[in-house]
């Protein structure tokens, strides 16, 4: 609970559901009834590929909208909601997977607003906000604490990856429910790694290592984008978030995510094909997806030249242009 406070999440104990990592959480959401009573569920486009997953597995009626690196059309998502029987939005407020996009306080404020006005509920996917510089920025859960947002925390990227806890906070109306569908789930998430997390928690190590990383990443993403403003060709667009693990590329016409995975790959770089996080009706072959979790700083310029390198190569192969001045990799 005090850790929450940090992030602007004000709740009470009994609102609150230790999981085995935010994807159970997810996954058990898109599962279990509503107290709106709502069946179709709403996903920003792109979006984490492991909600998409359990989204397929259960078969749940989805419905996208468009975001961008500018946001996503509010008129839009109030359409939606009035029209299409929403259960819940599922959101990534803050350095979004796979764009790295941030919304507003005014965006959010506004989305709880009209989430309220439609009765849909949100699913607020708050993974990386602990490395947010902007001390300003709260979660959509700061503007209705009392139940329209159910807001989703792991720990799993900022500790240890292969230490698989979370935490969502529920609204009053659902906490037995959920509960009956996490215990057939798993009966109890690990003791062992929640003793582990508390004892970091409460020896103040934690905090000291969230400093450290909220600067590493903050690093990184500016060397990044330093390095695509430098090299990648002029007809590439990339994202250009402030932190986080992600950003996203949009290659040339002519270029695939596929074609650009594949050739890299070979020379022991790895990069996403974005693909798998489009719905069907969204899909988009052209975007590729850089993370930085697992990148040393002096990794990240090469890595990019030999990006460039490669979309430059496919494209002039397209066009049928003979292209000068390349690095032979």
């Not at 998409?52 to 509010?74: K, P, R, V």
């Not at 906490?175 to 004892?199: C, H, P, T, V």
Request: aromatic share 10%; charged share 20%.
């Amino acid at each position: 609970m005090k850790y929450m406070q940090n992030l602007q999440v004000f709740t009470q104990p009994e609102r609150v559901v230790v999981v085995s990592g935010s994807q159970q959480a997810l996954n058990l959401l898109v599962s279990m009834p509503f107290p709106n009573g709502k069946n179709n569920i709403l996903i920003e486009q792109p979006t984490y590929f492991g909600f998409i997953e359990s989204i397929n597995l259960h078969q749940a009626t989805t419905f996208g909208i468009e975001l961008s690196m500018e946001g996503i059309d509010l008129d839009r998502l109030e359409y939606i909601f009035r029209n299409n029987d929403i259960k819940f939005f599922y959101i990534i407020p803050r350095f979004h997977n796979p764009l790295g996009h941030c919304y507003t306080n005014s965006e959010k404020k506004k989305i709880v607003e009209l989430a309220e006005k439609y009765d849909v509920y949100i699913v607020e996917d708050d993974i990386l906000g602990d490395l947010d510089p902007n001390p300003k920025s709260d979660p959509l859960f700061s503007f209705d604490p009392s139940g329209r947002v159910i807001y989703i925390k792991s720990f799993s990227k900022i500790f240890l990856p292969g230490l698989r806890i979370g935490t969502v906070v529920l609204p009053t109306l659902m906490i037995n429910n959920f509960l009956r569908y996490k215990f057939s789930s798993d009966f109890n998430s690990s003791a062992l790694s929640q003793g582990a997390l508390e004892i970091y928690l409460k020896s103040g190590m934690f905090n000291s290592h969230l400093k450290k990383v909220k600067e590493v990443y903050r690093t990184k993403m500016q060397i990044l984008q330093e390095a695509c403003e430098l090299l990648l060709p002029a007809n590439t667009h990339f994202s250009k978030p402030t932190s986080g693990f992600y950003l996203s590329i949009s290659l040339p016409e002519n270029v695939t995510a596929k074609q650009v995975v594949h050739m890299l790959n070979e020379q022991h770089i790895y990069v996403d094909d974005a693909s798998r996080m489009f719905l069907p009706e969204y899909k988009k072959e052209n975007l590729v997806r850089l993370s930085i979790s697992q990148v040393n700083e002096s990794q990240i310029k090469l890595g990019v030249e030999r990006l460039a390198h490669c979309i430059a190569l496919i494209d002039s192969r397209k066009n049928h242009i003979t292209p000068n001045n390349f690095l032979l990799i």
